[in-house]
């Protein structure tokens, strides 16, 4: 990973390339501040930096066979301790740093909830249990295979067990030669203060709007410049959360676009007598039960809700109380007739109680095409 990769972040970058150039760089330091602004891809080019024996005055040379091992996270000088939920796979980092490096050089810009759900392990608590102490020691205490540097790049160490962290903090007092110590951390008011004091502080910025923008343009060339601008906005300065905010939308237009499929065919059948559209709406069906998780079943039907509101304030001419985008105020302008007073309810009904009976485990696909006869009968009202 170079350093020119990194979003933004010159003023880092550059104190981080003097104390290597002046030969002074502190064998513990602490990278911090919130999450999505690349503390963990700064402290791996960093340590890429510092290891490469080409290094310019701003970057390693990344050619180099120093740099190859790196940009694959494969360096066997350079180790890594996050947190990880134990399980049949193990209960030391190496026994998923595989994963680990996979997520990293896919999204440097990763989170604790991307991780958990590379683990496959979403929604628990993940730890740097005491086991872990025991690996870095033993990292730590075999020879370089290089002449450089030993890294030790500490991910999350809030999550770290106590335990551990009075093992590692012996390290800390009396590191062994030659190693270098990068923790990373969203919460650094979680370690103890013992841990604190032996680390050199490296605070480290949220991006800027124009950063996020530029970069979003350049590496996502689907998405336009008004989204990225919009998406930057929100992100409060964070990379990852415009990526998710990006992600939303592109699943938010996918449902409606599923919503608009459900209702035409409905309305086929219901309206038109068009008694060849059921097979649309059959298939309709199969589909979302068979594509979409049952989470995002109840994500669909909990859109529509909105959207079946949305029209029937449309229908009643109050457009100043609708939140829609382009594309559905089109949609909009054509089905909202079909939404009135006589069925606006039951319709709403009929969508909270598939989404309750999905939630309940209930068979998708029974429950996904009995509520498309339903709308078929509610649509003519
Ligand atoms: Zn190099």
Redesign the pocket.
């Known amino acids: 990973m170079l350093l020119k990769d990194i979003i933004g972040q010159s003023a880092v970058k550059r104190e981080m390339c003097r104390s290597v150039q002046e030969g002074r760089i502190p064998h513990a330091q602490l990278l911090y501040g919130p999450t999505g602004i690349g503390k963990l891809p700064l402290a791996i080019a960093f340590a890429?930096y510092v290891?490469?024996?080409?290094?310019t005055e701003t970057d390693?040379?990344?050619?180099?066979p120093?740099?190859l091992q790196y940009s694959k996270l494969q360096h066997p000088d350079l180790h890594f301790v996050f947190p990880i939920v134990k399980s049949d796979r193990g209960d030391v980092c190496d026994d998923f740093v595989a994963d680990f490096r996979k997520m990293v050089l896919d999204n440097p810009y990763c989170d604790a909830d991307d991780w958990t759900q590379a683990m496959g392990e979403e929604k628990k608590q993940s730890l740097i249990y005491e086991k872990e102490s025991s690996e870095v020691q033993r990292k730590l205490s075999l020879k370089a295979f290089g002449d450089g540097y030993k890294v030790m790049i500490v991910w999350q160490p809030e999550k770290m067990h106590l335990a551990c962290a009075n093992k590692l903090l012996k390290l800390l007092e009396e590191p062994p030669e030659m190693t270098l110590f990068l923790f990373v951390s969203e919460h650094p008011e979680q370690l103890l203060p013992t841990i604190i004091s032996r680390l050199r502080p490296v605070p480290v910025p949220r991006l800027t709007e124009e950063e996020i923008t530029r970069t979003i343009n350049a590496q996502l060339p689907n998405v336009s410049s008004q989204q990225a601008q919009d998406a930057a906005r929100l992100a409060k300065g964070s990379y990852r959360e415009a990526l998710r905010i990006l992600d939303d939308k592109d699943q938010d237009k996918e449902m409606f676009t599923q919503f608009q499929e459900l209702m035409r065919n409905a309305w086929l059948v219901g309206v038109r007598k068009n008694y060849d559209a059921l097979q649309n709406l059959n298939q309709w069906a199969q589909q979302m039960a068979k594509d979409k998780s049952r989470a995002e079943q109840c994500a669909f039907l909990q859109l529509a809700q909105r959207e079946l509101r949305e029209n029937f304030i449309y229908n009643y001419g109050e457009p100043q109380l609708c939140y829609q985008t382009g594309d559905e105020q089109t949609f909009s302008a054509k089905f909202a007739p079909f939404i009135n007073e006589r069925n606006i309810e039951e319709f709403t009904e009929q969508f909270a109680r598939a989404e309750a009976q999905i939630m309940q485990n209930a068979n998708s696909r029974i429950v996904l095409f009995d509520l498309c006869l339903q709308c078929i009968v509610l649509i003519k009202k």
């Open positions: 890429q290891a490469c024996k080409h290094r390693a040379c990344g050619v180099c120093t740099c």
